[in-house]
């Protein structure tokens, strides 16, 4: 066998790289999916395991705005809730079949994130403030509508059409598109010029990278998932009103977990949701009533200790894992 | 011989300070420009005028005889033209690797074959051990040796190097003045700013001095060298 340090070393080291990352993949993405695929059927707890595939999908297209491009959307509810309201308004309203309306929730999340796109030339803690004013604004938007449109205070509610299991697996579909997408990022040209721009804009910029069309890809494919998010959530409760869909905590919840987990990795929000969302259902099994005491306590000491995420701190400590875990 | 880069007329004020004050110069293919001056000079703004960063108020700027004055950064990149910068800027929480892939990711060339490119690239600059590291784990010389081997990665006619050997080791000193001088034999055009005269001196076929935003002196190390105005400048009278 040549040596590492020969040019064919190093082909052989990276060929063995990419194999071990890409078997890493499907074992985690295979794993995943079979976990979930037999919830279902082996009559699990379905509510659980459904919002557990809603914050690791949130929590991943939030990592593409935070962990890749560099941006902290405080305001990210506002394509979950746009996408609820979507589907609920194309399914109530127009008669749409919920299955052909989830894909305009997706639209509906991309149009939103080309209405915001101006704000991408924020930065920091001004980009974070616009971006919970206007989720502040969608809110706001919404509520004045007319009610026949919106439902008014009372919300949507999508009539006989719910299907918890049928929701289950889109909600999965999703999610499994959604790590698809990432994972194909994480490796692509994009993603690399994504991570170019949030390290340091200008010289990316300089060294031939469009910083302003890589910022809105990056920025529109984080606006995507949540917004479908919505919308199979929509679907799954059958009820949409702005107080929920609009609701700070789920932007709060999505970056917990992103943060929990480790920014810029594929694994960091799956792992940050799974570990959160259990915690939280343990909590709330053994202490009810001081569930979010808790869990904020817990949420204080994991920041403090692991401030690069679970993920993150797994790979400071040992940097020549990078390059075989997504 | 026809001009890799063009000067003419350049002027850039910020506010009620006019840092260039219509800045004329030219350099050749495989020539290597000093450009020298005292703190506030107008070096660094000239660069960032010349790469796009500031718009000039007045003037143009040609690389191959193609005019790209107020274009932006990136399609001033593409006409050719590769930067250092005076603080390393590389890209911090990726791998060296990754850095060296930012400059050629609209390159037609297939994913393996850069990847050797920018391998053979930092073996050519002694980092190709921590080429899985991140940047930000080099230390401040080697973040300038990486930002080096960043600019090389897309084979510029023109490369403009800022303060290469501020807070550098004077080993790495010379193996940097080395590798500056592979690239005018290789027939790039350098534009290179220093406070360190001797490798200035030692590295320009021309030297032009800036004071106040204007080009007081042009011409070889020896003109420059006993130029009153250049003296003056540095030295006062």
């Given at each position: 066998m040549p040596p590492e340090s020969s040019g064919a070393g190093r082909s052989i080291e990276r060929a063995s790289a990419d194999r071990i990352y890409y078997t890493l993949a499907a074992v985690i993405g295979g794993t995943v999916g079979i976990y979930f695929l037999v919830v279902p059927v082996l009559d699990l707890n379905i509510a659980f395991h459904f919002y557990l595939m809603l914050w690791i999908t949130m929590a991943s297209a939030f990592n593409v705005a935070a962990?890749?491009?560099?941006?902290?959307?405080?305001?990210?509810?506002a394509f979950y809730g746009v996408g609820a309201f979507t589907t609920a308004i194309l399914v109530k309203?127009?008669?749409?079949p919920v299955l052909l309306a989830l894909p305009f929730s997706g639209v509906a999340g991309v149009i939103l994130g080309l209405l915001f796109a101006?704000?991408?030339?924020l930065s920091g803690i001004y980009f974070a403030i616009v971006s919970l004013a206007l989720a502040g604004i969608c809110r706001l938007v919404i509520s004045n509508m007319p009610d026949h449109i919106t439902?008014?205070?009372f919300g949507l509610q999508l009539g006989s059409r719910a299907e918890p299991v049928h929701s289950f697996y889109v909600m999965m579909a999703v999610m499994l598109l959604a790590l698809g997408t990432i994972l194909w990022l994480s490796r692509s040209r994009l993603g690399k010029a994504l991570r170019a721009v949030r390290d340091d804009a200008e010289a990316a910029d300089m060294m031939g990278v469009n910083v302003t069309r890589v910022r809105l890809y990056g920025w529109l494919i984080a606006a995507f998932f949540p917004a479908v998010c919505g919308g199979v959530e929509a679907w799954y409760t059958n009820v949409v009103d702005t107080e929920t869909a609009f609701n700070t905590l789920t932007t709060a919840k999505t970056v917990i977990y992103a943060v929990a987990g480790g920014?810029?990795?594929?694994?960091g929000p799956i792992v940050g949701s799974v570990v959160m969302v259990w915690l939280d259902e343990l909590i709330w099994r053994q202490f009810p009533l001081l569930n979010l005491l808790i869990l904020g306590v817990a949420t204080v000491m994991l920041v403090l200790f692991l401030p690069r995420g679970i993920v993150g701190t797994i790979l400071r400590r040992r940097p020549e894992w990078r390059r075989y875990i997504p | 011989m026809s001009a890799a880069i063009e000067v003419h007329g350049l002027r850039k004020r910020f506010g009620g300070l006019?840092?260039?004050?219509?800045v004329e110069l030219e350099a050749h293919p495989a020539e290597v420009l000093g450009i020298i001056g005292v703190n506030g000079a107008g070096k660094t703004t000239l660069m960032n005028c010349i790469c796009g960063i500031y718009r000039a108020d007045e003037g143009r700027v040609m690389i191959g005889g193609r005019d790209v004055t107020h274009r932006t950064p990136h399609e001033i990149a593409h006409h050719g033209v590769g930067r250092t910068f005076q603080i390393p800027r590389v890209?911090?929480?990726?791998?060296l690797i990754d850095n060296l892939l930012v400059p050629v990711l609209?390159?037609?060339?297939?994913d393996p074959a850069l990847i050797e490119r920018a391998e053979n690239t930092l073996e050519h600059m002694n980092l190709i051990e921590l080429?899985?590291?991140?940047?930000?784990?080099?230390s401040g010389g080697q973040q300038k040796l990486l930002e080096m081997a960043r600019m090389l990665m897309p084979d510029p006619t023109v490369v403009m190097l800022d303060e290469?050997?501020?807070?550098?080791h004077p080993t790495l000193c010379k193996f940097m003045i080395e590798r500056i001088e592979a690239m005018a034999a290789g027939g790039k055009t350098v534009l290179l700013i220093s406070h360190d005269l001797t490798s200035i001196y030692r590295l320009s076929h021309r030297v032009a001095a800036l004071n106040e935003g204007r080009v007081i002196a042009m011409g070889s190390v020896d003109e420059i060298r006993s130029n009153p105005a250049v003296v003056e400048a540095y030295l006062g009278n």
């Open positions: 962990g890749f491009s560099g941006y902290m959307p405080f305001g990210f509810v309203s127009l008669g749409f101006p704000t991408l030339r439902g008014g205070s920014l810029g990795t594929v694994t | 006019t840092a260039l004050d219509g890209f911090r929480k990726m791998s609209d390159r037609d060339e297939a080429r899985h590291n991140f940047a930000e784990e080099l290469p050997f501020a807070g550098v």
